[in-house]
């Protein structure tokens, strides 16, 4: 199972661009990466999910490189509600693995 | 359509007695994964059920066990309850299986906030 690394907690102003980086040294073959946000007192949501390269949704980017060893979430312009942790997961969508959500980086968007 | 739901939201329990915690998942998936998230702590995984069976288990002591129903509602039990074992349990649904190439997802529920005293 590959671990995950982020950074702990980050700041940020409103209206910025935030990027929030994981290392996943050993990732395997057919794992995918997989970010999602929490609210305090709330289950995690689903934000975006990649195997390679760029993927881009209505609400953020995930951009990988070619060695995957890390990814890279971005958030455009983010706003006070963007306040939240931010979890990477690294595993095999829907494979008999544990998916370990970790303790995810601590986002505060500043006004 | 409905999401996931658990009940009962709050729970007040003293050391050494037992837990039920509740799970609906969302209609369609068969999949109900249970995490536990201790105050200022990242979730940490529990139970995987699927189809009825445990597919798979945390760091966990036997004293957290579980079950998934024919209906695919889940229920996780707690026995002889410690002080730490106060936080917030959340279930997780997703459909299985997974197919290359589409969006693999778990939807989480609200969570049940389980007091010991």
């Known amino acids: 199972l590959a671990k995950t690394t982020q950074p702990i907690s980050m700041d940020s102003y409103e209206g910025q661009e935030v990027n929030i980086t994981c290392s996943h040294n050993?990732?395997?073959?057919?794992?995918?990466i997989t970010w999602y946000q929490q609210f305090p007192s709330q289950g995690p949501r689903f934000i975006i999910q990649?195997?390679?390269t760029k993927v881009t949704n209505e609400v953020a980017s995930l951009f990988i490189p070619a060695d995957r060893k890390s990814s890279t979430l971005s958030l455009p312009r983010v706003s006070l509600s963007d306040t939240a942790v931010y979890y990477c997961l690294v595993g095999e969508p829907g494979g008999y693995q544990k998916v370990t959500f970790g303790t995810g980086t601590k986002l505060q968007v500043i006004p | 359509e409905a999401g996931v739901t658990q009940s009962p939201t709050h729970l007040i329990k003293t050391r050494g007695q037992q837990a039920t915690l509740r799970c609906s998942p969302i209609?369609?998936?068969?999949?109900v994964y249970w995490y536990q998230q201790a105050l200022g702590l990242g979730l940490q995984f529990l139970l995987w059920?699927?189809?009825?069976?445990?597919?798979n288990r945390g760091n966990f002591p036997p004293r957290f066990s579980g079950r998934q129903f024919p209906n695919y509602s889940s229920e996780l039990n707690v026995n002889a309850l410690e002080l730490e074992d106060s936080a917030l349990y959340l279930c997780?649904?997703?459909?299985?299986?997974?197919?290359?190439?589409?969006?693999?997802?778990?939807?989480f529920g609200p969570g049940t906030r389980l007091t010991v005293l």
């Open positions: 050993n990732i395997a073959t057919n794992d995918y």
């Open positions: 059920y699927d189809e009825g069976e445990e597919r």
């Open positions: 997780a649904s997703s459909p299985l299986p997974f197919r290359t190439g589409e969006k693999y997802e778990q939807f």
């Open positions: 990649g195997y390679k």
């Open positions: 209609s369609g998936h068969t999949s």
